[in-house]
Nanobody, 120 residues
Framework: VQLQASGGGLVQPGGSLRLSCAAS????????AAWYRQTPGNQREFVAA???????AYADSVQGRFDISKDSASDTVYLQMNNLKPEDTAAYYC???????????????WGQGTQVTVSS
């Protein structure tokens, strides 16, 4: 199983981006999923999470601006980012707990980072 993150880029303050995290390989279901971000010299920080039951959680700094969602048909997790600010600039990483078959245990996977730069 691999997670492929994409959708990063350069955007002006106030703009929007949608990040995608596609799971490939032997994927039966994506359970919990999350996005984290990291800037140089700093620890990776939590951004948003989505449980298998559909509950969501967000960092205070992105609450009301970001939205995490999942498309089970395509095994893809999304992060819609609106009203972006320069302080949102970071490498964004996706995480997912995935079952490869019915009844199998969940295994944690991380995608590679996708860079988001918010600048005028």
């Amino acid at each position: 199983v691999q997670l492929q993150a994409s959708g990063g880029g350069l955007v002006q303050p106030g703009g929007s981006l949608r990040l995608s995290c596609a799971a490939s390989g032997r994927v039966f279901s994506i359970n919990n999923a999350a996005w984290y971000r990291q800037t140089p010299g700093n620890q990776r920080e939590f951004v948003a999470a989505l449980t298998s039951g559909g509950a969501t959680a967000y960092a205070d700094s992105v609450q009301g601006r970001f939205d995490i969602s999942k498309d089970s048909a395509s095994d893809t997790v999304y992060l819609q980012m609106n009203n972006l600010k320069p302080e949102d600039t970071a490498a964004y990483y996706c995480y997912a707990a995935i079952r490869s078959s019915v009844g199998s245990r969940r295994i944690d996977y991380w995608g590679q980072g996708t860079q988001v730069t918010v600048s005028s």
